[in-house]
């Protein structure tokens, strides 16, 4: 038999079901609009959407719009339509439908593998007083079992941290950016005209200067690509830290930010997003493994091999925000390093722990980094990346 | 009614693998006339999508490869200045009227037409590949949009030019930047992936049908095998195909037999100084080995 979700009975039909599921998505962090739930109707009828796989492909290629996004669908389709999440009572909250959903149950015993297991029934909201059931309708197992976390980052990072961390990184951004050159070369655009390419443009229009080629001053702006260790040895640093990331991908639209514990995360788009709360929950469903061991060389070099190719170039600043104790073997991370150095940025370290009194870089990993790095400095809190700025304008 | 299933096998016998996800989004993008955006690794044969599309519906590829700096003149369309400022020397000594001149100077005749342009004024709907958006700036990313959603644009001098047929809009990415929200919400999205060993197989036997099955699993092995080694420019599927050639140009029955001209036949797959470095004779007769 199929694992296909059964809907309640009185469930209005397949277009409730589908924008229940967009909705589903945009729990998760995906961005879709009204007219994204009608693309993805039409998208249905352009296929069998009887047979699972066709409306997963449907469904996935017209929601999903990044790699991220797509590493993430499979999962929430099978929560939602699959029958593997705690199944949702209903698909739509009008008025009508949930006076009688609360008076009967959705699902009925029959439910082929199910039967006998009273828990995968669908919780009844209200009156029966069950709160923490009702609490958990329609979400992702997985995003259950990160609950404590997702309360954790919440508590963590308060909205005032992000909006001070917001102006650090405006500053920072600020120490790395104005350093405008004198010359000014050919543009598309500009302030001032380039009379001499006008003339020479000119002869083939008679001497009509009919196209004015214009010059400008290049604006040579320094990017920030910050990669933040959130292993467990460092959650007690986590919250300066993400507040900065969140606070850098809000004030500067070109930096890009990473988090790794036993893997890589890419976390630019989800920290993006308008509200800076609802951002950091979507981290934490990146972010399953947070608080968890460290392997800072596999990650670097994977963002070397990976991300760096496209992203880091000759006027990148790369962030990395970690203590350096590393579970790998220390010449991994110095080999990653000396590749990403290649690429011709500036790498700086911010190492919580360099605060401490008599702090010495002993750990393995930390002493095999430090030939690669053009700035070590110390960094717990919000105050010492407020700091930084001098140190990142000598770079 | 024409599946998506229908689509993967006639993109097939034009010597198209397309996988599943693919052969979905393109069925989609193609039904519901939107613009699909296809993103991935350099290499993994997105712009042949377009290619193979247009063999399929047997129409014309009009092709938009996007650079820094690309501005509408080069984009859409540009007025013919050198024609022009003949007609008017040539009208002033015929003494005709100056706006009788104007008139003419800015028909269509003097209209020099740029692949957007052009895309949208074909008879048969042609396949328009906006290659490489993310090398274009982010103004001209928005301009797109409207041409995209709408498919008319606007000649301040002719007037609003109307689509007289819908092109299958292809846009490949290879995330050099980020794209706009707007941009990624307009299209359909497909990412494409180096293709498993199956697929690659199958790729091979349909471009180089010479090579004997043996020395193609050889060679995909290899190739795959490759991918996973710690290289600076990973080789994608062109790359594979010229190693093949290459190899049946050279007469090679196995892989294995001669590690010398193996090593010579890299230089189709790597690219850079570095990764010839990091795969000498040895190391390629090794992988050959494996693979074999």
């Known amino acids: 038999m199929s694992k296909v979700t059964r809907f309640a009975a009185a469930d209005p039909g397949p277009t409730a079901r589908v924008s229940g599921f967009m909705a589903h998505l945009r729990e998760h962090g995906f961005r879709l609009g009204v007219a994204e739930t009608a693309t993805a109707l039409q998208a249905l009828s352009c296929v069998n959407p009887a047979v699972p796989s066709d409306a997963r492909l449907a469904l996935k290629s017209v929601c999903a719009g990044s790699v991220e996004d797509i590493a993430q669908f499979d999962l929430l389709f099978d929560a939602f339509w699959m029958n593997e999440g705690r199944v949702r009572h209903k698909v739509m909250s009008t008025e009508q439908v949930k006076s009688k959903e609360n008076s009967t149950n959705s699902r009925t015993d029959e439910t082929q593998s199910c039967t006998g297991k009273g828990s995968i029934h669908a919780p009844k909201d209200g009156d029966d007083g069950d709160d923490t059931f009702a609490e958990g309708t329609g979400k992702l197992v997985a995003s259950q079992a990160n609950n404590l976390m997702k309360k954790d980052l919440r508590e963590l990072v308060s909205a005032e941290d992000i909006r001070a961390a917001e102006l650090i990184a405006i500053r920072l951004g600020k120490a790395l950016r104005d350093r405008r050159s004198r010359r000014r070369k050919a543009a598309k655009r500009g302030v001032s005209i380039d009379l001499r390419r006008t003339m020479r443009n000119s002869l083939s229009t008679g001497g009509e200067p009919l196209r004015l080629a214009k010059r400008i001053r290049p604006d040579r702006p320094l990017k920030i690509v910050a990669l933040c260790d959130v292993s467990g040895s460092m959650m007690n640093y986590a919250r300066p830290f993400l507040a900065f990331l969140a606070g850098l991908m809000r004030a500067d639209s070109a930096s890009d930010a990473y988090m790794f514990h036993t893997r890589l995360v890419r976390i630019t788009n989800a920290l993006r997003d308008d509200d800076p709360l609802r951002a950091l929950n979507r981290i934490t469903l990146l972010a399953d493994g947070f608080g968890g061991g460290s392997k800072i060389g596999a990650n670097l070099r994977q963002f070397t091999n990976g991300y760096a190719r496209n992203f880091v170039d000759g006027r990148s600043v790369v962030i990395i925000l970690s203590d350096g104790y590393d579970s790998d073997s220390s010449e991994v991370m110095g080999v990653a390093l000396a590749k990403l150095r290649r690429r011709g940025c500036k790498i700086v370290w911010l190492n919580p722990l360099k605060g401490w009194k008599g702090y010495e870089p002993v750990a393995q990993g930390m002493a095999a980094a430090l030939p690669y790095l053009d700035a070590f400095a110390p960094a717990a809190t919000l105050n010492d990346l407020a700091n930084l700025d001098s140190t990142l304008a000598r770079l | ?292």
């Open chain 2, 1 to 292: 009614m024409t599946s998506w299933t229908n689509l993967q096998t006639a993109l097939a016998t034009t010597g198209y693998i397309a996988s599943d996800d693919l052969a979905t989004a393109l069925h989609i993008a193609i039904t519901l006339g939107r613009p699909l955006l296809l993103e991935g690794a350099a290499g993994v044969g997105k712009t042949e999508v377009a290619r193979a599309l247009a063999k399929v519906h047997d129409t014309q590829l009009i092709r938009l490869q996007c650079y820094e700096g690309l501005d509408a003149s080069q984009a859409i369309y540009e007025w013919n200045y050198q024609r022009q400022l003949l007609s008017i020397r040539a009208a002033s000594e015929a003494g005709e009227t100056g706006s009788a001149v104007e008139a003419r100077i800015f028909s269509e005749d003097y209209l020099l037409e740029r692949p957007l342009l052009k895309a949208i004024r074909q008879d048969i709907p042609p396949v328009l590949l906006i290659d490489e958006i993310d090398r274009a700036d982010e103004e001209f990313e928005a301009y797109l949009l409207e041409v995209l959603s709408e498919f008319q644009i606007t000649v301040p001098e002719l007037g609003t030019i109307t689509a007289t047929t819908r092109p299958l809009v292809i846009l490949t990415a290879n995330g050099t930047r980020d794209l706009s929200d707007a941009l990624r919400r307009r299209c359909i999205y497909a990412h494409v992936d180096y293709p498993d060993r199956q697929t690659e197989l199958a790729i091979l036997a349909s471009r180089c049908p010479e090579i004997e099955a043996h020395l193609s699993a050889q060679i995909v092995g290899f190739v795959q095998k490759l991918r996973a080694e710690e290289l600076e420019k990973v080789p994608g599927i062109a790359e594979m195909l010229d190693f093949a050639a290459a190899l049946a140009g050279l007469g090679i029955k196995d892989l294995t037999t001669n590690p010398v001209v193996l090593h010579a036949a890299l230089a189709t797959l790597l690219k850079t100084q570095s990764d010839r470095a990091a795969v000498p004779t040895e190391v390629a007769a090794r992988i050959a080995g494996k693979a074999a």
